[in-house]
């Protein structure tokens, strides 16, 4: 089993920015797909990034130009950097790794933007 654990969110103004982290409890440098997804109050859960292995990136149309996915291999963590951030950003954040030994979901971690 691998466990993932997001951290980052919180309370941000409009126009704000935040970096959210999801530290795995073991290495990731063999994920086939990494990717963030969050659920609004009384929405479905969303994709917002990918990456599956060979480079493919797939944003949602919402996260295109302000939302970037990166990872380091080090410390076993894939990050979410969140610019320019808006009300209709306020969702739980949740993590999702693919890694040879199965496929994982974090918890996910508040993000509220006031406007």
């Known amino acids: 089993q691998v466990q993932l654990v997001e951290s980052g969110g919180g309370l941000v103004q409009a126009g704000g920015s935040l970096r959210l982290s999801c530290a795995a409890s073991?290495?990731?440098?063999?994920?086939?797909?990494m990717g963030w997804y969050r659920r609004a109050p009384g929405k479905q859960r969303e994709l917002v990034v990918s990456?599956?292995?060979?480079?493919?990136?797939e944003y949602a149309d919402s996260a295109k130009g302000r939302f970037a996915i990166s990872k380091d291999n080090a410390k076993n963590t894939v990050y979410l950097q969140m610019n320019n951030l808006q009300p209709d950003d306020t969702a739980v954040y949740s993590c999702r790794l693919t890694l040879p030994l199965g496929d994982f979901w974090g918890r996910g971690t508040q993000v509220t933007v006031s406007s």
């Open positions: 990456v599956a292995s060979g480079g493919y990136t």
């Open positions: 073991r290495s990731i440098l063999a994920s086939r797909f």
